[in-house]
């Protein structure tokens, strides 16, 4: 059976520092596993390709809200409804990331976050959890999130 360690960018992963450590649906403080006895580094993590909705309003929440015909009290409610399930998913399995800094691709977004797809073992199979977030309703596919190519 096929796992996602079979690929050369995998790397175990699990959330530092319990609950706090999930810090919305789509942004997680994690350890990563570097192998070799390379030892661990701490990065905070952000979904590649997708975009879990705000727990806080900010500005360019607003904006967001509108575009998907929602309210702030039900764009809200969906970003905890996300929170708790990353805190469900992510703290009570078994957690591999695939980066996507060795690729053509960026490595980092806008706010210095390293541009990862996360994947989360249930019942044996590997679940990537942004995918998953999107098929509960607590996310969506954004392209601002997608990598960019370098130039």
């Not at 909705?53 to 970003?79: C, F, P, Q, W």
């Not at 990353?86 to 399995?93: G, H």
């Not at 390293?114 to 596919?141: M, P, Q, R, S, T």
């Amino acid at each position: 059976m096929a796992t996602p360690f079979d690929s050369l960018y995998y790397y175990k992963a699990e959330i530092v520092g319990g609950m706090e450590g999930v810090i919305d649906g789509d942004t997680f403080d994690m350890n990563i596993y570097l192998g070799f006895k390379a030892g661990l580094l701490k990065e905070r993590i952000r979904l590649a390709h997708v975009n879990a909705y705000e727990i806080r309003k900010k500005a360019s929440t607003t904006i967001k809200m509108k575009k998907l015909g929602l309210d702030h009290e039900n764009y809200v409610e969906l970003g905890y409804d996300a929170l708790c399930y990353a805190k469900e998913c992510l703290l009570f399995n078994d957690v591999i990331i695939r980066s996507v800094e060795f690729t053509q691709y960026k490595s980092r977004g806008s706010f210095g976050r390293i541009l990862a797809h996360v994947f989360y073992e249930k019942c044996g199979k590997w679940i990537n959890f942004g995918d998953d977030l999107v098929k509960k309703g607590f996310a969506y596919y954004d392209e601002k999130y997608k990598p960019k190519r370098k130039k």
